[in-house]
T-cell receptor, first 116, second 112 residues
Framework: GAGVSQTPSNKVTEKGKYVELRCDPI?????LYWYRQSLGQGPEFLIY????????DSGLPNDRFFAVRPEGSVSTLKIQRTERGDSAVYLC??????????????FGPGTRLTVL | GNSVTQMEGPVTLSEEAFLTINCTYT??????LFWYVQYPGEGLQLLLK?????DKGSNKGFEATYRKETTSFHLEKGSVQVSDSAVYFC???????????FGSGTRLSIRP
């Protein structure tokens, strides 16, 4: 079946611009996660949705970052006033139920964001 | 806070060599432990996991045992192949939370 998909695969923008990154989770997965992976590092947690609501947004670095999941399926990560330090690969993952340590998270291919 | 420390790479081995990638963790509770792998040009995928002390996770010839006394989850494989070349991430997740905390990754290269 189809896995987690993310669009675009690459995004180049200029400092100060606004960007949106999209994630389509595996059908039927109620939990959705966003992570950010900087070059040479492991992914870092940003936010977790259970259904339509953000259950844990403790990883969002500041108020320029925002994410939504209005219908409990597709999610959009929004970054305002982008900075060069936001350049990274943004990963989305989904899992079948409420999440937690026993649910496998399935990762998408990521969106590589480059801020010039 | 919770964290994962894994051996730095890159690690370069010859085909059929024995592999160990060390991983230790710090956690306040009783986390589940994972190894994820990222093959060249592919997305991150779960390799194996263990959810409680003394559990052994295994997949594709790789093994790791959850050692609570040493807070470790070392990855091993008896005979590596060129196709095992990838970046390997050790990770944990607390039972009460859903986020995964990753180590910084270890790049493995296998020579034919």
């Amino acid at each position: 079946g189809a896995g987690v998909s993310q669009t675009p695969s690459n995004k180049v923008t200029e400092k100060g611009k606004y960007v949106e990154l999209r994630c389509d989770p595996i059908s039927g997965h109620t939990a959705l996660y966003w992570y950010r992976q900087s070059l040479g590092q492991g992914p870092e947690f940003l936010i977790y949705f259970q259904g339509t609501g953000a259950a844990d947004d403790s990883g969002l670095p500041n108020d320029r970052f925002f994410a939504v999941r209005p219908e409990g399926s597709v999610s959009t990560l929004k970054i305002q006033r982008t900075e060069r330090g936001d350049s990274a690969v943004y990963l989305c993952a989904s899992s079948i139920s409420r999440g937690g340590s026993t649910d496998t998270q399935y990762f998408g291919p990521g969106t590589r964001l480059t801020v010039l | 806070g919770n964290s994962v420390t894994q051996m730095e790479g890159p690690v370069t081995l010859s085909e059929e060599a024995f592999l160990t990638i060390n991983c230790t963790y710090t956690a306040t509770g009783y986390p589940s432990l994972f190894w994820y792998v990222q093959y060249p040009g592919e997305g991150l995928q779960l390799l194996l996991k263990a959810t409680k002390a003394d559990d052994k996770g295994s997949n594709k010839g790789f093994e790791a045992t959850y050692r609570k006394e040493t807070t470790s989850f070392h990855l091993e494989k008896g005979s590596v192949q060129v196709s095992d070349s990838a970046v390997y991430f050790c990770a944990l997740s607390e039972r009460s939370a859903s986020k995964i905390i990753f180590g910084s990754g270890t790049r493995l290269s296998i020579r034919p």
